[in-house]
């Protein structure tokens, strides 16, 4: 029987719950170093054809290292990396099937927009006439016939960033790499932008490849995510599960907001797991089974958005606590309530502004009900 998704599918589309497919990018026990850093520690990974594929993680986690590994710019101390079949230790750049779009595009500020996208392919002397088809077939995919002529000075962000991803499909490489690829365009422009990325990919059938520290974009644009941390990867998921079952406290922090209670297996019963936190008065009954035994400290995480509010007790059968409002944050669409629930427990509650009225009924210093369904959150172990 085929698994269930979790939470929304971008497209019917996930070759890695296939035990026969074959990947088209692997990483068999990298290792890096830098001197004594170790940059990427011992790691393996398996990325599909036509997959949208994110690196995520924080500064120095690795992400940029495994990139330029796959492109040819850094060579693996320990293990080996193919594509399509092929080791690729020793290969060098120009000869990997392989392009990379760099974080600053690095267009070439002599050249029109037409003179970028070309130059690659006449490094690779292509005839005259296949050029020139092949830039106006990139322009035309991107947008930008109308701004051939122009240099990058007289473009905006968004345009020249839309060179540069023209400049790198125009070669037709089997995988096209993007590093921070929209970490120069503003708030609204980036997130117009990553719905584009992931219209284009799936036009063009392309595998991509992209780093990024936000989670957002990662999020948005990629059917799995690959979580990073001090050059391990920590969960490889979709992002629906990285979002709903992440594998550990570090994943549940990264990825979000999050409440993280720490708390004890009073019992297991079946399907439930019961938990007993310090500082509430009732138990904590989640629907799900724990690896955990009875007595031993686990951490239940909820999302804020999976937390009620209410000044009357919620009814019997629900997970509940009292506290009183400390914070609350206006952020237009929603709005973010903290409440300390104990001494040492701020729960934060998210709530969708659904009217236009600015009048809140819950204000400071409330005492209110927290509640949530015994299978809004996840146990952690670690």
């Not at 994110?54 to 850094?74: D, Q």
């Not at 003179?115 to 296949?130: I, S």
Request: charged share 25%.
């Amino acid at each position: 029987m085929a698994k269930k998704p979790i939470g929304p599918v971008r497209r019917s589309f996930a070759p890695w719950e296939n035990p026969d497919a074959k990947p088209f990018i692997e990483f068999r026990n990298v290792t890096k170093r830098f001197g004594d850093f170790t940059a990427v520690d011992n790691l393996s990974l398996k990325i599909y054809e036509r997959e949208f594929f994110a690196l995520l993680g924080g500064s120095g986690c690795g992400k940029t290292t495994m990139m330029r590994m796959l492109a040819g710019f850094e060579e693996p101390n320990e293990g080996e990396i193919f594509l399509d079949g092929q080791n690729l230790r020793g290969v060098p750049p120009y000869r990997r099937p392989a392009n990379m779009m760099f974080q600053s595009y690095a267009l070439f500020p002599h050249m029109t927009v037409e003179g970028n996208v070309a130059f690659g392919l006449k490094q690779d002397r292509l005839p005259k006439g296949e050029i020139e088809a092949r830039v106006q077939e990139m322009l035309k995919l991107v947008k930008l016939e109308a701004f051939a002529k122009r240099k990058p000075h007289q473009l905006s962000g968004g345009q020249r960033q839309r060179v540069a991803l023209a400049r790198s499909l125009a070669k037709k490489p089997k995988v096209l790499l993007l590093d921070e690829p929209l970490g120069a365009l503003d708030r609204k422009l980036r997130e117009e932008t990553q719905f584009e990325l992931t219209d284009l990919q799936a036009e063009l059938g392309m595998t991509f490849l992209i780093v990024t520290h936000d989670q957002e974009e990662a999020m948005t644009v990629a059917d799995r995510i690959a979580v990073m941390d001090k050059g391990r990867i920590i969960q490889v998921a979709t992002p629906a599960e990285i979002y709903e079952v992440p594998n550990s406290r570090f994943v549940a922090d990264f990825i979000g907001s999050i409440n993280m209670i720490e708390a004890k297996v009073a019992t297991r019963n079946g399907e439930a797991t019961h938990l007993r936190a310090s500082g509430f008065d009732r138990e904590i009954v989640v629907d799900q089974q724990t690896e955990a035994s009875v007595g031993d400290t686990v951490w239940f995480a909820i999302r804020p958005e999976k937390v009620r509010l209410s000044f009357d007790a919620p009814a019997d059968g629900c997970n509940a606590v009292q506290g009183e409002i400390w914070d609350i944050g206006y952020l237009g669409d929603v709005s973010i309530f903290h409440a300390k629930a104990t001494e040492d427990v701020v729960l934060k509650s998210t709530v969708a502004n659904v009217t236009r009225t600015v009048e809140r009924p819950i204000s400071w210093d409330d005492r209110v009900w927290l509640s949530w369904d015994r299978d809004a959150g996840v146990i952690l172990t670690r």
